[in-house]
């Protein structure tokens, strides 16, 4: 969950090679959980004929995995261990090349209508980090089988990304505690974003659609695994970033970031 709202919250380019001093864009921004909305999002366990655990967020990332301590691939250079702790509940460790992401836990309600997860772990930057959500029963009746959509979320860190003007109507973005960075213009070419903790062959393309409203998508290599509208408000104070996954639109989440 934190990267992608850390990676969907991408950046805000100009169309036009202003100064930094004339561009609102241009500046410290940092997310607002308290005016953010992140809930309402799903995804699916089911089993497999071979006994495995099946995800899928039912849009861009689906994959097997066991509850067996072993590692298994998901999605572009990335793995999970899932390991039982009880029967309801389970830790995982997700990593990215073999760096950890994150060390989580699940823990699902007596009666089998909640699950509760958290997601711990240390940024590039060494800060550390602890969200959490919680998920309700959408469908199935035991265990984590079932599809189950977020009703919570807490973001115990969060981020703040830096836009800086460059000549020729290029912008550089940067999220200093993920280290993460991407440059280029907003002309919807695909922008290489770089980082210790970026999937291999992750991009961002830009479209202006008004001076004050910009479009983007992110692709890993090529596939389209989210979408998202940045709006500045009027006072160039704050903008809102909605995003959403690729064919998944009534399930939109809405960042607040508010200039610092």
């Given at each position: 969950m934190r990267k992608i709202l850390v990676t969907l919250a991408l950046l805000a380019f100009t169309s036009a090679p202003?100064?930094?001093?004339?561009?609102?864009?241009?500046?410290?921004?940092?997310?607002?959980?308290?005016?953010?909305?992140?809930?309402?999002?799903?995804?699916?366990?089911?089993?497999?004929?071979?006994?495995?655990?099946?995800?899928?967020?039912?849009?861009?990332?689906?994959?097997?995995?066991?509850?067996?301590?072993?590692?298994?691939?998901?999605?572009?250079?990335?793995?999970?261990?899932?390991?039982?702790?009880?029967?309801?509940?389970?830790?995982?460790?997700?990593?990215?090349?073999?760096?950890?992401?994150?060390?989580?836990?699940?823990?699902?309600?007596?009666?089998?209508?909640?699950?509760?997860?958290?997601?711990?772990?240390?940024?590039?930057?060494?800060?550390?980090?602890?969200?959490?959500?919680?998920?309700?029963?959408?469908?199935?009746?035991?265990?984590?089988?079932?599809?189950?959509?977020?009703?919570?979320?807490?973001?115990?860190?969060?981020?703040?990304?830096?836009?800086?003007?460059?000549?020729n109507g290029v912008l550089h973005w940067d999220i200093p505690s993920y280290k993460e960075s991407v440059e280029g213009k907003p002309d919807g070419s695909d922008l290489p974003i770089t980082g210790p903790t970026v999937a291999p062959g992750t991009t961002l393309s830009v479209k202006m659609t008004t001076p004050r409203k910009i479009s983007y998508t992110v692709k890993e290599n090529g596939k389209i695994v989210g979408l998202g509208i940045q709006t500045l408000a009027a006072d160039g104070k704050s903008f809102t970033d909605v995003t959403w996954s690729p064919g998944k639109q009534s399930e939109k989440a809405t960042g607040y970031y508010a200039k610092q």
């Amino acid at each position: 969950m934190r990267k992608i709202l850390v990676t969907l919250a991408l950046l805000a380019f100009t169309s036009a090679p202003v100064f930094a001093a004339d561009n609102p864009w241009v500046g410290t921004w940092k997310l607002d959980p308290s005016k953010s909305q992140f809930t309402g999002d799903t995804f699916t366990y089911s089993k497999t004929p071979k006994g495995m655990m099946h995800y899928s967020d039912g849009s861009a990332f689906a994959w097997d995995f066991g509850i067996d301590g072993k590692e298994y691939k998901t999605a572009e250079g990335r793995t999970t261990t899932w390991t039982a702790i009880s029967a309801t509940e389970w830790s995982s460790v997700s990593k990215l090349n073999g760096t950890v992401l994150s060390t989580d836990h699940y823990a699902l309600s007596s009666d089998g209508k909640t699950l509760n997860i958290t997601y711990a772990g240390t940024k590039p930057d060494g800060s550390k980090f602890n969200d959490s959500a919680t998920y309700t029963r959408v469908t199935g009746t035991n265990g984590l089988p079932g599809k189950w959509r977020s009703t919570k979320v807490t973001v115990s860190a969060p981020d703040s990304f830096v836009v800086s003007a460059k000549p020729n109507g290029v912008l550089h973005w940067d999220i200093p505690s993920y280290k993460e960075s991407v440059e280029g213009k907003p002309d919807g070419s695909d922008l290489p974003i770089t980082g210790p903790t970026v999937a291999p062959g992750t991009t961002l393309s830009v479209k202006m659609t008004t001076p004050r409203k910009i479009s983007y998508t992110v692709k890993e290599n090529g596939k389209i695994v989210g979408l998202g509208i940045q709006t500045l408000a009027a006072d160039g104070k704050s903008f809102t970033d909605v995003t959403w996954s690729p064919g998944k639109q009534s399930e939109k989440a809405t960042g607040y970031y508010a200039k610092q």
